[in-house]
C-alpha cells in the first residue's frame, strides 16, 4: 500500500499587525467585545502588492525547505484559496513560475475556509494511486481585500497569511485519512456580493470592491453542529477513539468554536493549537498556519496523532487524520 505523509511544513505572515485597538479608532466596536466573542486580539494584514501569491511563495519555500525537497521533486502543486492574484491565470500558475516547479500539473482549490483540507484530500488521493510521490499543498489568502473596512460584523475577524506543507509517498500513513462535504444550501449566511458571471452592480459600498457578507449567529451555530459530526465520522472510520488524539488543529474562525470542539473531544485546551488570537480567520491558510507553528516549536512530535478540521463558505467542510 502507498500512503502520503507530511514531509514539511512552512507558513507566512504579512508584517503589517492591526490590534483591536486599532480597530476601535475606525469602528464601532470594542478590544472587550471583540476578545470576548471571537477571541482575536490581534490579526496580519497584506500590504497592496502582497498578493496572496506573494504570501504562498514564502510558505511554500519554507515547506519544500523543512521537507529538504527541490522544487523539480514535486509532482503536483494545490493551493487552497478564495483570493487568487487574478481570475486567470490561476494562483498555481503563477506559483509554479515562482517556486521553479517543473511543469506538474497545478490547481487552486476554491472551497473557502476548508480549502486547505480539500487541497490535502486531493493530494492524498494522488499519492495513493501512485500519480504523484511529492505534492505541495497550500493554503493562503488575503481576505483583508474583500472585507468591507466600514463593516464590524466582518472586519473585525477576518485576515490574511499562508501555509504550505509537502506531502510524500510512504510505506505507511502519514494521512489515515482525509474527508470533504459542501453543502449549498447555505449560500447566504457566508457569501460574496459579487463575481464574474453575477456581476460588480452591489459593490458601490466599498468602493467598487467585493465584500464578504456573513450572517455570524447562524453560521457559528451550523459550524459547530458540522464539525462535531466531521471529527466523528473522522475517528469512525479509522475505528478510533477520542482518546487516541493527542492534537486537534481546528480552523481559526472563533476561539469559541474551537472550546465547543476540544469540549465535544474531551480534549484540554493544551492539546488544541491557538493561532485565532494573533492570526485572526485567515481562511484557507489558518489550519496549515497553526499547524506549521506548532511542528515549529516543538509542541507537535513525530508520531503524535493530529485531528485536522475546517468549515466556512459554501457550506464546505473538512477534516483529516494524520500520524504526523
Ligand atoms: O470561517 C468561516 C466560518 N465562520 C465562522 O465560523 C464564524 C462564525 N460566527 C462567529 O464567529 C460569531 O457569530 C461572530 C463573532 C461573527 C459574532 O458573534 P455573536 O456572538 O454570534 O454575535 P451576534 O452576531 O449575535 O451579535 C451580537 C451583538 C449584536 O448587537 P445587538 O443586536 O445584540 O445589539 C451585533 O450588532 O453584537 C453586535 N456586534 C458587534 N458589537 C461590537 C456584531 N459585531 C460587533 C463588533 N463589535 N465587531
Redesign the pocket.
Known amino acids: 500500500m502507498i500512503y502520503s505523509r507530511i514531509a514539511g511544513t512552512g507558513s507566512h505572515l504579512p508584517d503589517k499587525v492591526v490590534t483591536n485597538h486599532d480597530l476601535e479608532q475606525t469602528l464601532d466596536?470594542?478590544d472587550q467585545?471583540?476578545r470576548e466573542?471571537?477571541g482575536i486580539c490581534e490579526r496580519r494584514v497584506a500590504a497592496d502588492n502582497e498578493t496572496t501569491s506573494v504570501l504562498a511563495e514564502q510558505a511554500c519555500l519554507k515547506a519544500l525547505e523543512a521537507a529538504a525537497c527541490d522544487p523539480s521533486e514535486i509532482d503536483l502543486f494545490i493551493i487552497g484559496t478564495t483570493t487568487p492574484d487574478l481570475i486567470f491565470p490561476s494562483t498555481a500558475c503563477l506559483l509554479q513560475k515562482k517556486l521553479g516547479l517543473p511543469d506538474c500539473g497545478a490547481m487552486d482549490v476554491n472551497a473557502a475556509?476548508s480549502g486547505f483540507l480539500y487541497a490535502l484530500n486531493i493530494a492524498d488521493k494522488y499519492i495513493r494511486c501512485g500519480d504523484a510521490k511529492k505534492v505541495l499543498v497550500c493554503g493562503a489568502e488575503t481576505l483583508s481585500k474583500i472585507v468591507n473596512w466600514s463593516k464590524?460584523?466582518t472586519a473585525?475577524?477576518f485576515a490574511d497569511g499562508a501555509g504550505a506543507v509537502v506531502l510524500e509517498a510512504a510505506g505507511e500513513p502519514g494521512i489515515l485519512s482525509s474527508h470533504i462535504h459542501a453543502n449549498g444550501d447555505y449560500m447566504d449566511l457566508?457569501t460574496t456580493n459579487a463575481g464574474v458571471s453575477v456581476g460588480w452592480e452591489e459593490t458601490k459600498d466599498n468602493g467598487g470592491k467585493p465584500e464578504i457578507q456573513m450572517r455570524?449567529?447562524e453560521?457559528?451555530k451550523v459550524?459547530v453542529r458540522t464539525l462535531g459530526r466531521i471529527v466523528e465520522e473522522t475517528l469512525g472510520s479509522n475505528n478510533l477513539q477520542k482518546s487516541d488524539l493527542n492534537w486537534l488543529i481546528p480552523?481559526q474562525?472563533?476561539l469559541r468554536?474551537i472550546t465547543a470542539m476540544a469540549k465535544m473531544l474531551d480534549m484540554s485546551m493544551d492539546h488544541v493549537v491557538v493561532t485565532v488570537d494573533r492570526h485572526g480567520?485567515s481562511?484557507a491558510a489558518s489550519v496549515p498556519l497553526a499547524l506549521d507553528e506548532a511542528v515549529r516549536d516543538g509542541r507537535i512530535k513525530r508520531g503524535d496523532l493530529l485531528m485536522l478540521e475546517a468549515?466556512?463558505?459554501g457550506f464546505t467542510w473538512g477534516s483529516a487524520l494524520i500520524r504526523y
Open positions: 466596536t470594542s467585545w471583540i466573542r471571537t475556509c464590524r460584523e473585525v475577524l457566508l455570524g449567529n453560521v457559528f459550524a480552523h474562525a472563533n468554536i480567520n481562511s468549515f466556512g463558505g
